[in-house]
């Protein structure tokens, strides 16, 4: 490679070695262009040279042991810094209660500048180089990181990268006419090839933004995936590519742990094709994680796919060449609220079995909720075997989880409801679709308590998964939806913002006392997190498989490591429940501390059993 005489042996050396497949990619993707490839190699040097020594230690340590991430020790949290605490120093100052709750990796909803009435919950970047002010600044944001690495914390952060906000220098520009500039998004100045792209791409909210197209006061028309102040970036653009990694790499240097690449498989368009998870967006997140192995090893990706279950394991790479470190297991948090509906878990069953075939170093990013949408991507395939075809089971689950269902206690809206296309996805928190809130209000003791089993056999079931259960700041204290938001003009049309409420301090105060509903989920959450810790059955590389129970009502999973093994049983039904062993099981139940021996034991409604042999 062309010899650049100021690169430090560290940084020349991790560039040298992985030299041919990134300048190949590149040449691939971007024409030959060497000029702009030399020009990235420069500003990555730079970003390099700029990085502090602590976060240059923790490169260097993190290198050495390149799966620091895939154990039983690490617990997420994901929450929005004014709903917590109002601001990054607040949520400094909250660090101990972060600690309290078994949390040592903090996902922070985006915080970086954005037009207040069209964000999209900062999800319309202004500007990848500064904070929102209400939240704070750039030293804030480094003083916070700092101080979680002092504490262990790892901080998670989303790069938006499929879009900017329509406020964006660059898209400010390109509205005035700047050739240049209108060249890093998608510009038509009539809708032949808009109206050519709409044939095949679907819409993300055929509702709240319809279609893929904005026309702007000048006429243009710009391509706009989501929201119609969200600008998609031209990736085609090696400026782009170039400019984009940029502000990752300076997100990197103020101490970011894992980079969020926010809605990862839109960003490469191609006419006549659906625009989703094109061949070329693996060769750009191959490149972005050559780039962050050469600048900042000790960051990780987490890729934000929201597909398919065949689409998404692909994002990992091989083993030669892989792309992110992380992903969502999305289609097992939909299956597990398909099957609390159901009470029926052979599709969770013929899940986990899939799962469990895939290679050991792939570690999922395990959830319940998220700050989006439930949608039903479940296996309909699967499905159609017993019956239940795809739109009507959809209109199940939506009327299940609204509590229009006959008998159900769940407190759900309707997200994106297009009576036409039958597809509408689901909000609500935890402890919303569980039935805690019907509960509350209808002041039935009973019904709270099965609520709450429900609520916890839930996280119980995320915690036995492999890979890094990440729990929505609320759920800890069975927070409760929030209507609030009807009353804002600006989330009103966003049912999303139903589970995106400010986090309660008075309720989180309450999370001592186990006679409250707060301090019952609280504890529970945080003793399963603390025995997780303790055993490495645990561990995201351990062996797992699904075991037969004899009972459609409850999903049996064996784990395995290093000779122990893990017996796992959760009873998806809001009645006691037998539960068949494959053969005689011996062992400790890790939460009752009780011995096990015998072929059977019964459930409790909603209950779980942690059998260690
Ligand atoms: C991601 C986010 C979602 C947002 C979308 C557009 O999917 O999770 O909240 O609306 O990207 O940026
Ligand atoms: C779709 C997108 C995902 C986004 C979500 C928001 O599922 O695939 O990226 O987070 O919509 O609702």
Redesign the pocket.
Known sequence: MKQTANWEQEFAERFEARFDEFRQLYCEVYNNDMQAFYWLAGAMHEYYEKRNAALKALDRKREKEPFWYSTNSLVGMMLYVDNFADNLKGVREKIDYIKESGVNYLHLMPLLKSPKDRS??G?AVSDFRRVQPELGTMKDLEALTAECHINDISVCLDF?M??TSEDHAWAKAAREGDEEMKKRYFFFDNWDIPFEFERTVPQVFPTTAPGNFTQLDSGDIVMTT?YPY?WDLNYGNCVVFNDMVCNMLSLCNRGIDIIRL??VPYIWKELGTNCRNLPTVHKLVRMMRIISEIVCPSVLLLG?V?MEPSKVAPYFGTKDKPECHMLYNVTTMASTWHTVATKDVRLLRFQMLQLSELPKDYVFLNYLRC??DIGWGLDYEYLSGFGMNEIPHKKFLNDYFTGRFEGSPSRGELYNDDESLGDARLCGTTASLCGIETALTENDAKALKTAVDCDIMLHAYMMTQSGIPVIYSGDEIAQLNDESYHDDPDKSPDSRYLHRGRFDWTKAEKRTDNKTVEGTVYQALTELERIRREHEVFTASADFSVTDTINKHVLGIKREYQGKKLYAFFNFSAEKQVVFFDGILSGVELISGETVRGLSETLEPYGFLWILC
């Open positions: 999209d919950g999800y938006v499929n879009h989501f969200q926010d809605a934000e929201v700050h989006d």
